[in-house]
């Protein structure tokens, strides 16, 4: 399993920015497929945003043009952009890998109206 610590999580305005941090364990992240999920209070899990190890990415419709996933394989991080906020992305951030299957403890995340 990948041991998977996130950062970056706080509270914010509508209308701001954060930027979330995920490093991994391992000296092969770089053959990972990451991911960014988030839970909201009373609701399942859902994807947000995943990037490849080609660096291809992928995006929840909900978050299109306003997060931006990256990753930086020197340092075995992945991270997750997200501006102009609104309160409906209030909610716990959770960092994944696809294979091995393993989740961060996750970074909370509130947008004030």
């Known amino acids: 399993q990948v041991q998977l610590v996130e950062s970056g999580g706080g509270t914010v305005q509508a209308g701001g920015s954060l930027r979330l941090s995920c490093v991994a364990s391992?000296?092969?992240?770089?053959?990972?497929?990451m991911n960014w999920y988030r839970q909201a209070p009373g609701k399942a899990r859902e994807f947000v945003a995943g990037?490849?190890?080609?660096?291809?990415?992928s995006y929840a419709d909900s978050v299109k043009g306003r997060f931006t996933i990256s990753r930086d394989n020197a340092k075995n991080s992945v991270y997750l952009q997200m501006n102009s906020l609104k309160f409906e992305d209030t909610a716990v951030y959770y960092c994944?890998?696809?294979?091995?299957?393993?989740w961060g403890q996750g970074t909370q995340v509130t947008v004030s109206s």
């Open positions: 994944h890998v696809v294979f091995p299957n393993s």
């Open positions: 391992g000296r092969t992240f770089s053959s990972y497929a």
């Open positions: 990037i490849g190890r080609s660096e291809g990415t």
